[in-house]
Each structure stands twice: as C-alpha cells, then as structure tokens.
C-alpha cells in the first residue's frame, strides 16, 4: 500500500499538468462567434387571410373570435327571438299540473319544445334565408344589407306577436316612439317587449291547462277529507286520476296543436 500511493499521486499530477497545458491550446483553435445574426436577414412571416368589417381589415385570429362570440349568443337567439319561451314555459307547467315529478324529463320536454319550435318557425327561417343569407353566400349583397333583410322575417314575426302596451311600455323606457310603422320600431325593443309578451301569453295558456287538474285535485281532497282519512296524501291519490284524464283526451296532441296554433304568423 506504501509503493502505491505515491505512484497514483505521480499518476493524478501527471494528468493535471496535461489538462492544464492543453487548456490555451484549446482556447486558442476555438472559432470566435461570428456575428452573423446581424447580418443574415430575419425570415418573413407566411401571410394570413384577413377580412374586411366596416372597409378595416381583420385578422384571421380575430375573425374565429368574432364567430365563436356569435356561436356564444345562439342560446340567446333562440329563447328572445322565437317562439321557445311559450313553449317551453308551458310544457314546464303542464308537468306540473300533472303531478308527475320530473315525469317527463327535462331533456323530454326541451327536445319537444325544439322540434315544435323549428315547426312554428319554419317559415321566418325560409323568409331568413331568401331575403339575406344566401345572396350573401353567394355574394350578391354585401354583410349590412343581408343582415338587414335577414332580420326582416323575425321583426315581422315578433311584431305579430306583441301587445302594444308592453311595446309602448318599453319604448317610454327607452325614450323612443310613438312609431309609425313597424319598421321604426328598434330592434332592441321590439325584442324586450315581445319577449315579455311571450311571458304574459305563456302563463295565460298555462293557467287554462291548470284548472281541469286543480278540479281533480279538489274533488279528491274533498272526498277524503268526507271519508276521514286526512293523513292520506291528495296528491298521491289524484294523480293516477290525472294522468287517466290527460290520456284520454289525448292531451299531448291537444297541447301542442294548441300550442302551434297559438302563434299569429306575419
């Protein structure tokens, strides 16, 4: 162990000096960095497509983000501006009247007021579509014009359906009118308005489906409160009663074409 120690100090020495000696050198053969970042040109970005809003160009980021802000109002489209709001509120009600819980489910219930509602509106879609969408598609008018002619159909759809108190109520809030025609109507208040008249006549229709129910409600109370079973439910003995009497008349078909039948078409 003596003989070695020594000769693996000489050894470890040995390469230190060897590093160190070959140190410079290396330094001395390695290339300076060039600056030719300077010099080489930056590359060009690839174009992007851009649209045009009002004669200003817009990028293409931009435009994806003004279609999925209007995909965002869709929702609001269809309950402000159709006819769902009635036919969804009086659904909802009739469920209740009949006393059946969450019998039939809400995903029942929104698909029904859906399909009736393109059903209602099939014909404002079709006015839409001539008159403003597809010449733009086709480039015949330009994005202003269409969107004015597409929104013709809805306006006279909704004027149709409006009262006038809740229009005038709204026009005094707004500080606007009286209006001519229906045309000087804004479209801002002609959409609060009529969605609160869709309110008002949703209510009303569902106040007339409430009261067969109620009555059957009534006379069962009263029949076992004569018999002296108080502890027992009335709800729980009408209902079958209702249900009976809500498919016998053939409810469903009464509702719902009452219901289509309801809206006045421009």
């Not at 209510?203 to 109620?214: G, H, T």
């Amino acid at each position: 162990m003596d003989m070695r120690a020594p000769r693996l100090l000489a050894l470890l020495a040995g390469l230190m000096l060897v590093l160190l000696m070959a140190g410079p050198a290396f330094a001395q053969a390695a290339p300076d960095p060039a600056p030719a970042t300077a010099a080489q040109p930056m590359p060009e970005l690839p174009d992007v497509t851009v649209g045009n809003i009002g004669g200003e160009p817009v990028s293409l980021p931009l435009q994806v983000l003004l279609l999925m802000t209007g995909i965002t109002l869709l929702p609001a489209a269809l309950l402000g501006l159709t006819a769902f709001t009635r036919i969804i509120i009086v659904l909802g009600l009739l469920r209740q009247a009949l006393g059946t819980g969450q019998t039939p489910s809400n995903q029942v219930l929104l698909a029904l007021a859906l399909f009736l509602t393109v059903m209602v509106m099939m014909p404002v879609f079709d006015g839409a579509w001539v008159a403003g969408i597809s010449p733009y598609l086709n480039g015949e008018m330009e994005f202003r014009q269409a969107w004015t002619a597409a929104l013709e159909p809805f306006r006279g759809f909704m004027l149709a359906q409006v009262r006038e108190n809740d229009l005038m109520t709204f026009a005094n809030l707004s500080g606007t009118g009286p209006y001519a025609t229906g045309q000087d109507v804004p479209f801002g208040v002609l959409a609060a308005s009529f969605l609160t008249s869709e309110l008002k006549t949703a209510f009303e229709i569902a106040f007339l489906v409430y009261i067969p129910f109620v009555i059957i409600d009534l006379v069962v109370a009263s029949v076992l409160m004569s018999m002296g079973m108080m502890m027992l439910s009335p709800m729980l003995i009408s209902a079958p009663f209702k249900i009976l009497l809500f498919v016998l008349v053939d409810g469903w078909m009464l509702v719902v074409g009452s219901l289509a039948a309801s809206f006045n078409l421009a």
